[in-house]
């Protein structure tokens, strides 16, 4: 298994501004996500956080409005820009161990409220 | 395209009988399947999942799960329910050579006392 931290575990922020969000694994671990959790729905994929390279961002998510950065193996932020109401949701970070298809584990989230 | 179906928003059960939560998917090629856990202001928690072999997987706090191809189902089961149970349940799928998973839109369990 693998511990995941997040900060901060919650924020409220002015429409307008960015927010960074860290996520901070107790391994080095191969695969690094980031999803999102809008009020009373499932998991969205955001994208998936590439050591050394450009995040991999799934459709409707896009590098300038959530950029990413992975800077080595236990580490990753995404941030949200110009935010706006519609972004208030849970963000989460999650990881998948190498070796084999593994479970994926999960951030304890961050809840982001944009007035 | 994928999906992940959870047909029920909400499911209620009395503690001690039987519970089942239901998922069926619509995914390309043979996928991993997965259940997640999520207790009330906390992070989700993986509770099972089932790869290949036996179509009867065990997982954390003795659910089960069994997964049906014909059907395309992997329903969540436990014999008997504890009020502790009482959570939200996320069913994901993982298609054949992706590395993210796709989840439904969760079941809230409420067990009754």
């Known amino acids: ?10 924020d409220i922020c002015q429409r307008g501004t960015s927010l960074t969000i860290q996520c901070q694994v107790d391994s080095q671990v ?15 994929l955001i994208a998936t956080a590439n050591q050394g390279s450009e995040a ?8 300038d409005k959530f950029p990413i950065s992975r800077p080595n193996l236990t580490f990753s932020t995404l941030t949200v820009s110009n935010m706006s109401p519609e972004d208030s949701s849970i963000y989460l970070c999650s990881v998948e161990t190498s070796g084999g298809v593994n479970e994926q584990f999960f951030g304890p989230g961050t809840r982001l409220t944009v007035l | 395209a994928q ?12 503690e001690g009988n ?14 991993y ?42 329903h969540l089961k436990k014999p008997s329910a504890l009020v502790s149970d009482s959570a939200l349940y996320f069913c ?8 993210n998973l796709f989840f439904g839109t969760g079941t809230r369990l409420t067990v009754i006392p």
């Open chain 1, 30 to 44: 191969t695969m690094m996500f980031w999803y999102r959790q809008q009020p009373g729905q499932s998991l969205t």
């Open chain 1, 1 to 10: 298994s693998a511990v995941i931290s997040q900060k901060p575990s919650r």
């Open chain 2, 3 to 14: 999906s992940v179906a959870q047909p029920e928003d909400q499911v209620n059960v009395a």
């Open chain 1, 56 to 63: 991999t961002y799934e459709s409707g998510f896009v590098i």
């Open chain 2, 33 to 74: 399947l997965f259940w997640y856990v999520q207790y009330p202001n906390r992070g989700l928690q993986f509770l099972l999942k089932y790869i290949t072999g036996d179509n009867l997987v065990k997982g954390s706090y003795g659910f089960e799960a069994e997964f049906n191809k014909s059907q395309t189902s992997f």
């Open chain 2, 92 to 99: 994901a799928v993982r298609p054949t050579g992706a590395n």
């Open chain 2, 18 to 31: 039987p519970l089942t939560v239901k998922c069926t998917y619509s995914v390309s090629g043979n996928p």
